[in-house]
């Protein structure tokens, strides 16, 4: 079983969706959580950190559930620019672990 | 102003050749990692480092050796270069072990 488990997609959706991604882990002992996103040929880019709380981040909210071993990004209003892959990452202390990321396509 | 910065952004060289990558960060972190994302876009931990000091290696081979010169900087010295080798090199910092890191530009670096 791999850390941390995305659905790889792609998430085809029209301008204006909301989509949700979703990721489990499977170390409890985990610390932190992060949800990057990576344009093609680009570095990853942090687009959250993820509390216990949920936060939330103009049309971006996301979610931890840690008695699950679970994270949830939803994206309200889709954009053009929201294309990209979502990854997922959890923080082991000094040690980071990606998802395999999600793939989103928003489509005019 | 480049937050993360990594030279070359490409580096395309034959197999059995030794060659290195640089790292400079002005973001006064403490930590600086490299990570090889490979052509599946699976991006994996290779080292760790916390004030020059290397805290994780994820069982890298050690034809690959980093060096920390000082807390900025986080050099990556590859030897004796194999096909498997062909990746994308990305560096990050962050200011401890635990919060959110911020990339280089990665370094494509191709083995023939």
């Known amino acids: 079983r791999k850390e941390v488990e995305q659905d790889p997609g792609p998430f085809n959706v029209p301008e204006g969706a909301t989509v949700a991604f979703n990721c489990t882990y499977s170390?409890?002992?985990?610390?932190?959580f992060f949800w990057y996103r990576q344009d093609c040929r680009k570095e990853p880019k942090l687009l959250m950190s993820v509390y216990s709380s949920g936060n939330e981040d103009g049309r971006f909210t996301a979610q931890l559930n840690r008695a699950s071993q679970y994270i949830s990004l939803l994206i309200r209003d889709s954009k053009l620019s929201d294309s990209a892959t979502y990854l997922c990452?959890?923080?082991?202390?000094?040690?980071?672990?990606f998802g395999t990321g999600t793939r989103l396509k928003v489509l005019a | 102003d480049t937050a993360v910065s990594q030279t070359p952004k490409y580096l395309v060289t034959q197999m059995g050749n030794d060659k290195s990558i640089k790292c400079e960060q002005n973001l006064g972190h403490d930590t600086m990692y490299w990570y090889k994302q490979d052509s599946k876009k699976f991006l994996k931990i290779m080292f760790s480092y916390n004030n020059k000091e290397l805290i994780i290696n994820e069982t890298v081979p050690n034809r690959f050796s980093p060096k920390s010169p000082d807390k900025a900087h986080l050099n990556l010295h590859i030897n004796s270069l194999e096909l498997g080798d062909s990746a994308v090199y990305f560096c990050?910092?962050?200011?401890?072990?635990?919060?959110?890191?911020?990339f280089g530009p990665g370094t494509r670096l191709t083995v023939l």
């Open positions: 990050a910092s962050s200011q401890t072990g635990a919060d959110e890191q911020f």
């Open positions: 170390n409890s002992a985990s610390q932190s």
């Open positions: 990452v959890v923080n082991q202390y000094y040690k980071y672990i």
